[in-house]
């Protein structure tokens, strides 16, 4: 089975699952397509969507600080966990660069497309800089990091990516990176904040309605993939955020009651109206919640950075 395969396999049984338990659900992971993609690009870009805006202020701020890591090992493998397009790791890669540091860049992705663009990006900008991208899932290339032993690596994961997952996986996200570094080895990994609730709350349900396209992706692929009927444009995306937890969780909302025929699994699923679809968490931490995780992951933290409109931290973690 190719990779491709498998994944469409893992995608089919996904849909299968989440779509016939109540209630419904389905994961964000796979709105991740060309598409998708373009989409989550345009999130970035928008106005509420403070998170890509404060996190590139805290890298530009502190990039001296992380620079002097590879200049003071020697030489160190940078390697980042869903690299996307690689817009903020750029000005990390830049100030590397101007400082002479000593280094390997491994973006490693989900999506080959994206390691593609941004690997032929960097080359136009920087044609000496070492680039080693890796398409994969991140627990499956974990595994292979720990392999890349021969020096000290600084391991970056931005755009609070691990808020995608509920606190027990990313602890044990967590962990796994814990167990594929040493003890001369960092992480450096953005954790969006918890702040003004309508803040969060404006972030994740833009005006322009990009959001909502986006979350209706996940519907347009399986479509397009499993030869289904969702009358796509008929679920509304609904954003609900709960200050107390710290959880922002995205829906698909039913307007109008369907049934949905899903061919390429044998599938006839019914909506009621009003009837939800969870799609996603994007958690919100604080300094207490994520010494927890990392404490429960085996792993210390060495420094927090803090943007200047205080909204996001960057904590620099060792084993
Ligand atoms: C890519 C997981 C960081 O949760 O903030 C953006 C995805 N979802 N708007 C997030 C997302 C809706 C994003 N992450």
């Known amino acids: 089975m190719t990779k491709q395969e498998r994944f469409q396999k893992e995608f089919q049984e996904h849909v299968k699952e989440g779509l016939t338990a109540y209630p419904k659900y389905l994961s964000s992971r796979y709105i991740y397509d060309e598409k998708g993609d373009v989409l989550f690009q345009k999130i970035m870009a928008l106005p509420e969507y403070y998170l890509t805006q404060a996190e590139y202020n805290i890298i530009d701020q502190h990039k001296d600080a992380l620079a002097q890591i590879a200049i003071d090992e020697k030489g160190i493998d940078l390697i980042e966990l869903g690299a996307g397009d690689g817009k903020k790791t750029k000005v990390l890669l830049k100030h590397l660069n101007d400082r002479k540091a000593n280094f390997t860049y491994i973006p490693i992705d989900i999506s080959q497309h994206s390691i593609d663009e941004l690997t032929s990006s960097i080359k136009d900008l920087w044609p000496d800089m070492d680039v080693q991208g890796e398409q994969g899932r991140y627990f499956s290339v974990l595994d292979k990091l720990a392999s890349y032993n021969n020096r000290p690596k600084l391991i970056i994961v931005l755009g609070s990516n691990i808020g995608n997952l509920e606190h027990p996986e990313a602890i044990k996200f967590l962990e796994q990176i ?35 396209e986006f979350n209706r992706n996940l519907l347009h692929r399986i479509n397009k993939e499993m030869d289904a009927n969702f009358p796509v444009d008929t679920f509304e995306h609904w954003e609900s955020y709960d200050p107390e937890t710290g959880t922002a969780k995205s829906f698909l909302l039913a307007t109008q009651p369907c049934t949905v025929k899903i061919n390429a699994i044998e599938l006839d699923i019914n909506f009621d109206k009003w009837e939800t679809i969870h799609t996603e968490i994007s958690q919100k931490y604080d300094d207490r919640t994520v010494e927890w995780l990392a404490q429960q992951a085996g792993l210390k933290i060495k420094e927090i950075y803090e943007d200047n409109d205080q909204l996001f931290k960057n904590y620099l973690f060792i084993k």
Do not use: E
Request: proline letters at 3%; aromatic letters at 12%; a negative charge.
């Open 178 to 212: 814990q167990n594929s570094m040493s003890d001369k080895d960092y992480l450096f990994m953005g954790f969006d904040q918890k702040k003004d609730p309508l803040t969060i709350q404006n972030a994740y349900s833009d005006k322009t309605g990009v959001t909502q």
